[in-house]
C-alpha cells in the first residue's frame, strides 16, 4: 500500500511516530519532513502528523491538511497534554475539520510527547493568576510528558495505523 507520511515536527516528538508509522508500511512508504511539501498524488493513504499548538494542528500541518483534495487521509499527533483529555480529543477534532471534504478520513492517533524545556521555563514565570501558570498537576503532567513519545506509544502508533491497513486492504474503510 503506497504511503505518504508527511509529519510537522520542531523537536522530534513527532517525527518518532511518523518514524513507527513508515515501519508499519515498509518499502511503501514515502516519509517526508512537511516542510518539503510533497505532492499527495498517487497514494493509496495520506497520513499527515503535527504537534499540538494552542489546541489545533501546528501552522504547517494546518497549510498541508487543507490542501489535501480526493486522498483517504489520516491523522497522528503529539502533545503535551494527557491523550485520553477532552484537550486532546478537541485537538485532533479540530485538525481533523480541516480535512476537506473531498477526502476520506481514515482515523487517527494521538499521544504525549515532552513539551519543550524553553517552553516550560516560560510557564514557571507566569503570574499565579494566568491560566497557563505552573501548579502541581501542570508540573506532574509536564514531568509525565518528558517520558513521552515511549516505546508503548510507538507501538500502538503501528498497531493503529497496522489495522487502517487492514482495513484499507480488505476494503473496509
Ligand atoms: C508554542 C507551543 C504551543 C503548544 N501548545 C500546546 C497545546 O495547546 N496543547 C498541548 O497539549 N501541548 C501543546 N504544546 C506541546 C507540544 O504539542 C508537544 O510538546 C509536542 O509533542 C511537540 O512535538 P514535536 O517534538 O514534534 O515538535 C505546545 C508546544 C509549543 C512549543
Known amino acids: 500500500m503506497k504511503t505518504l507520511i508527511v509529519y510537522s515536527s520542531l523537536t522530534g516528538n513527532t517525527r518518532k511516530v511518523a518514524e513507527a508509522v513508515q515501519e508499519v508500511f515498509g518499502k511503501e512508504a514515502y516519509i517526508f519532513p512537511v516542510e518539503e511539501k ?30 489535501l483534495c480526493n486522498q483517504k487521509v489520516a491523522l497522528f499527533a503529539t502533545l503535551g497534554a494527557y491523550p485520553d483529555s477532552e484537550h486532546a480529543r478537541q485537538s485532533m477534532a479540530n485538525a481533523v475539520a480541516l480535512i476537506d471534504d473531498s477526502n476520506q478520513f481514515i482515523g487517527s492517533f494521538i499521544c504525549q510527547g515532552k513539551i519543550d524545556p524553553k517552553l516550560v521555563e516560560q510557564f514557571k514565570k507566569l503570574p499565579e493568576s494566568h491560566p497557563h501558570a505552573m501548579n502541581p498537576e501542570r508540573a506532574a503532567r509536564h514531568q509525565e510528558a518528558a517520558k513521552h513519545p515511549d516505546e508503548n506509544d510507538l507501538a500502538n502508533a503501528k498497531r493503529v495505523f497496522a489495522e487502517f491497513r487492514q482495513n484499507l486492504h480488505t476494503g473496509g474503510l
Open 38 to 67: 510533497p505532492p499527495a498524488d498517487g497514494y493509496d493513504l495520506v497520513a499527515v502528523g503535527f504537534w499540538v499548538d494552542r489546541g489545533t494542528a501546528d501552522k504547517k500541518a494546518q497549510e498541508y491538511i487543507t490542501g
